[in-house]
């Protein structure tokens, strides 16, 4: 997973979500990119500890804060996807499908995963939610395959600085 600058953000240093500004501005538009191993999630990897992947487990790619626009995603396959994975569903709390639904060809690198929802911004999160892979499969410690997740986000919460001070 990224590892996301917590120098300042609503709720702390301990709140958790996407990328931030610095200082008392957030950024016009944040940019994180997250890729899913999926190899890496049935082993492990530094230190995290391996999950058994179930036959339609959900896998968090990233959390949104409240008050957050998503404003374009894309998700490529990176690494080849083994016989393993047999549909790839890309969605949030709301809806398992919101963005991707029901992938299921071609597994091979360079695939874009075709997105159900083209509207501009794509979503307007008024709680914290999640964006949420979900890989139905019958996966084993050799299944293979990643997918890459660019995520377009703008925080559109009221400046805390501006809501506090008369």
């Keep these: 997973m990224t590892v996301w600058n917590t120098a300042w953000q609503k709720g702390g240093t301990g709140a958790t979500g996407g990328p931030i500004g610095i200082g008392n501005s957030q950024l016009p538009l944040a940019v994180s990119k997250t ?68 992938y299921t060809t071609p597994f091979t ?29 019958t996966y084993t410690t050799s299944s293979q395959g990643a997918i890459r997740f660019v995520i377009y986000t703008v925080d559109a919460s009221a400046d805390p600085i501006a809501t506090t001070q008369s």
Excluded at 67 to 81: D, E, K, M, S
Excluded at 127 to 137: E, F, H, R, V, Y
């Design 35 to 102: 890729v899913i191993d999926i190899n890496k999630l049935m082993n492990g990897t530094n230190n995290v500890a391996a999950i058994a992947l179930g036959a339609a487990d959900q896998v968090v790619v990233q959390q949104f804060p409240a008050n957050t626009i998503l404003v374009g995603l894309q998700a490529i396959i990176t690494t080849l996807v083994d016989s393993s994975t047999t549909r790839i569903d890309l969605g949030d709390g709301g809806s398992a499908t919101r963005y991707v639904s029901n």
């Design 109 to 137: 690198v360079g695939s874009v995963l075709t997105q159900a929802l083209t509207t501009n911004p794509l979503y307007f999160y008024t709680t914290a939610d999640k964006l949420l892979l979900k890989l139905t499969g």
